[in-house]
């Protein structure tokens, strides 16, 4: 576990707000110069604690839908690996999180439509059939994404996506873009317009289109939770009564929580995710939960999660 101090922290905040914030706005916010501010990010880098700069991406602006999949496998390793490799090589995978629990890995595909989504499962069921014990396939609706709040304890606003499906259009620039920038998201402008053979100024205006049509939600940045001291739990919640009412008042009491990172709304379930210290505190918050909403909730199935990984296949999309 590294401790970090309240400097760290703020820097932390702020680039998982905006990972492209220059370094001397970071300075002025801390009130540190801005060698300080550059020195503590490379040291943050280095000791593993910044894992990666994202360019968080809306696949229902691009004209796909997202497709759940949760999976639990029998213990063979070698297949186990297979199965994750084939998974983050297969340009379907919008996010994979390997877990401990109710499951043992789940996924979120791009597909342009639910036939497509069925060409997907069944490819994937006939690969490794053999070392899935029990499946089970959602449709995501929309997800609040908070900004890490455990860092400061303060309570920020989350930003929404997934929702109504727009196929908004994109070139081959508009898409190379974002393959450079949706796990590098820190990439200074010249070196990306070199990258994508285009200049500053059309990079930096396709950015902003990008941006404005909600294909680009934030930049953020991925954080070594174990670095930390720290665990990432997912609920998912079967719900019995869930009136718009009772909507409103769970999603307030969720949002006064730091530890929240996402609401995620499917189909037939909800699922939020914290960081904590340990099972304990985790336990303790959805106590706390199950007894405001008795009526709302029928059982939480509970998931550690082991691995966090956003869009490993979009370069092959």
């Not at 860092?151 to 974002?178: K, Q, R, S």
């Not at 918050?285 to 909730?297: A, G, H, N, Q, S």
Request: charge should be positive; proline fraction near 3%.
């Amino acid at each position: 576990k590294i401790k970090l101090d309240k400097a760290d922290r703020i820097i932390l905040s702020e680039l998982d707000k905006n990972c492209r914030t220059p370094t001397s706005r970071l300075a002025k916010m801390v009130r540190k110069s801005r060698q300080s501010v550059e020195y503590r990010i490379r040291r943050l880098i280095e000791r593993g604690i910044i894992t990666s700069f994202n360019a968080a991406i809306n696949p229902h602006k691009m004209g796909y839908k997202i497709y759940k999949i949760y999976l639990q496998l029998r213990n063979i390793p070698e297949e186990r690996a297979k199965l994750s490799t084939y998974l983050r090589t297969s340009g379907m995978i919008y996010w994979m999180g390997e877990c401990d629990g109710a499951w043992d890995i789940i996924f979120g595909v791009f597909a342009k439509s639910d036939y497509g989504f069925y060409s997907l499962k069944n490819e994937l069921i006939s690969r490794f059939g053999k070392i899935i014990v029990r499946n089970y396939h959602d449709v995501l609706v929309d997800v609040r994404q908070y900004p890490k709040m455990y860092l400061t304890g303060e309570i920020g606003e989350p930003a929404i996506f997934a929702g109504d499906v727009v196929d908004n259009e994109m070139d081959a620039l508009d898409h190379a873009i974002l393959g450079e920038i949706v796990n590098n998201a820190r990439l200074p402008l010249t070196e990306l317009a070199t990258r994508v053979e285009s200049n500053p100024a059309t990079v930096s205006s396709r950015m902003r289109k990008l941006e404005k049509a909600g294909v680009i939600i934030q930049y953020r940045i991925g954080i070594s939770l174990d670095m930390l001291g720290l665990e990432y739990y997912k609920a998912i919640i079967h719900l019995d009564r869930y009136t718009r009412e009772d909507e409103l008042r769970l999603l307030t009491y969720l949002s006064s929580i730091p530890n929240i990172q996402y609401f995620i709304r499917n189909i037939w379930d909800i699922e939020p995710e914290f960081v904590v210290k340990d099972y304990h505190e985790y336990r303790q918050i959805m106590d706390r939960v199950k007894t405001e909403f008795p009526l709302t909730i029928r059982n939480v199935e509970a998931v550690l999660m082991k691995t966090d990984e956003w869009t490993p296949g979009y370069r092959n999309l």
